[in-house]
């Protein structure tokens, strides 16, 4: 729509953005296939007539979802706040949506203000499987004892080294991190684990979300969280919780 | 896995069906595409060994959602319910689900033996759209007024002649059909009207939900429902709301 234009100064848009992952390889742009940061730059090449990178607060994995993930880029945008948004809705595909565009100061970085971060994993819990939340859960057959769920969650919130609930492919070495919360909840065939921290390590929460869910069907019980925690070993904890029950849910900042 | 053998007993089988439309070519076995019958006789002729007809309480149009869409199908089956459940599960893909297997007696069918059926129409109110939503729901932009909309649902219930609300395509030439209620509400973003009748003409959920949505916006007076339905004229009642946002809820038999 306009060159790299001096007629229009330099803004740091804020972006929040909601995304249904099935169809994409996480959030960060990669050689294997259509990620959504490459759909969002690729839309905003089309106004500043340049590539400018868009960082979030953090990469998704392939097929995550976001509610509200936050991103910044910068840039001599011709258009207002209220028609960049616009603008950007109607480029993009529909699987993929901006809340809002917000011009904000030129320091504000999505990944390096961030405060916290919430994600909520949801699981379909009910004997058989449900086509309408097939794309946003995991299916669990086993009835999910909520009780003992909620207790083995407790021995997680706090300051840990959660090395055990770790991705094995991470090579992040500081492995504590400090959980505000986590909360396990029932809504007729949906549970969800909800969980806040300032940070978490690579697949930490789809790994709590497939530990609670041995301990919901009664293969781990709630007081062995703590022998799993103190042994910082990946192999201790349950399986990693399939990526389309997982949805970061907000950024704080 | 076997013939048209006569070791097992002809059964009558009731099948509740989840399906998310989006990639349905609507309920109806036709040649344009896929569609979610056609699905279910192919899995069901590899367990018979014979194609044989499912037959649901009502065909749903392309794109349009079940939670609980019920048919019937007659035949020899080597499996009993709980296993033939669990294998044409295993067989469908994952937009499609059968929630149960039941066996009935003979003489039921699940379109002639279906006393009412339960719609909802989804709208997602909100200035921007929705990804999480853009599948199984209309966005509209404009704040509707929920008073206005429920007012003018009110018109609607009880036995009156549709003529107005039925697709301009339907041949059908008795257009007295009788609302037992139409339930509009709001839960944050999402919008929803949910209607009970024994029977709808072509399209009339849709045509309701988009002349309902024009009354929210301030388009239509509510008290203009009384005229548009005594015109007998589809021309006087707004648009067709479109198909992703409606939902067959349940059958009642």
Sequence with gaps: MTGKGSRHPLRNIKMVVEYDGTNYFGWQSQAKGKTVQTVLEEAIEKILGHRAPVL?????????????????????????????????????PYDISLKSVETVPTEFNAQKSAKWKTYRYVIYNAPERSALNARTSWHIIFRLDMKKMREAAYHLVGKHDFASFMGSNSSVKQTVRNIISIEVKRRKELVTVETTSAGFLKQMVRNIAGTLVEVGRGRIKPEEMKTILAAKDRKKAGPTAPAQGLFLVEVGY
Tied chains: 1, 2.
């Design 56 to 92: 979030a607060s953090g990469r998704t994995d392939s097929g995550v979802h976001a509610l509200a993930q936050v991103a910044n880029v910068r840039g001599h945008f011709p258009l207002d706040d209220a028609a960049l948004l616009r603008a950007l809705n109607s480029m993009i």
